[in-house]
T-cell receptor, first 111, second 114 residues
Framework: GENVEQHPSTLSVQEGDSAVIKCTYSDSASNYFPWYKQELGKRPQLIID?????GEKKDQRIAVTLNKTAKHFSLHITETQPEDSAVYFCAAGGGADGLTFGKGTHLIIQP | DAGVIQSPRHEVTEMGQEVTLRCKPI?????LFWYRQTMMRGLELLIYFNNNVPIDDSGMPEDRFSAKMPNASFSTLKIQPSEPRDSAVYFC???FGEGYYGYTFGSGTRLTVV
């Protein structure tokens, strides 16, 4: 089955700086790579996703890059703000199977 | 749309008791997934259904866990008998077709077994 590794487990950045979270996956058949944000006590919510036919996708301050050859993908958040503080999960999947999630990154935005 | 609806939001039960968690997927979604979230193990996929049929239950931890989807609008996850190590947040998610269109989580059920 799919195995997703996510790093770092905790990331602390100054407000206004950029944050980068990286994930690797094992199953070359995976073709869908979403990122979820989970605030304390809330459900994971989709913030951005990318499919294997695209190398990069951007939505305002967040962007995701995908390298299918190396089997890794990354989340980039620019101009970080206090409301970006949360746990972020990457995931990988393909076909009708369920998504496999990384262990999560606790992002802390220092004022 | 009300989204994926789970009940109860919180459940506290004694060890050995039966626990039933409920999920109503988004109308029109034909795939449903049950996840368990703990600090130690993160988000684990327990089982998923496609068109009400269980496709893969390899994530179900042991025979004490069972899941059903009697129709397109309802699913249950049952633990019998429950144990303290089952304490976790259980999420249900649903999506439409292949490609995970609209893959959406419910609010979760926080289960505490004492």
């Amino acid at each position: 089955g799919e195995n997703v590794e996510q790093h770092p487990s905790t990331l602390s950045v100054q407000e206004g700086d950029s944050a980068v979270i990286k994930c690797t996956y094992s199953d070359s058949a995976s073709n869908y790579f979403p990122w979820y944000k989970q605030e304390l006590g809330k459900r994971p919510q989709l913030i951005i996703d990318i499919r294997s036919n695209v190398g990069e996708k951007k939505d305002q301050r967040i962007a995701v890059t995908l390298n299918k050859t190396a089997k890794h993908f990354s989340l980039h958040i620019t101009e970080t703000q206090p409301e970006d503080s949360a746990v972020y999960f990457c995931a990988a999947g393909g076909g009708a199977d369920g998504l496999t999630f990384g262990k999560g990154t606790h992002l802390i935005i220092q004022p | 749309d009300a989204g994926v609806i789970q009940s109860p939001r919180h459940e506290v039960t004694e060890m050995g008791q039966e626990v039933t968690l409920r999920c109503k997927p988004i109308s029109g979604h034909n795939s449903l997934f049950w996840y368990r979230q703990t600090m130690m193990r993160g988000l684990e996929l327990l089982i998923y259904f496609n068109n009400n049929v269980p496709i893969d239950d390899s994530g179900m931890p042991e025979d004490r866990f069972s899941a059903k989807m009697p129709n397109a609008s309802f699913s249950t996850l049952k633990i019998q008998p429950s144990e303290p190590r089952d304490s976790a947040v259980y999420f249900c998610a649903s999506s439409f077709g292949e490609g995970y269109y609209g893959y959406t989580f419910g609010s979760g059920t926080r289960l505490t077994v004492v």
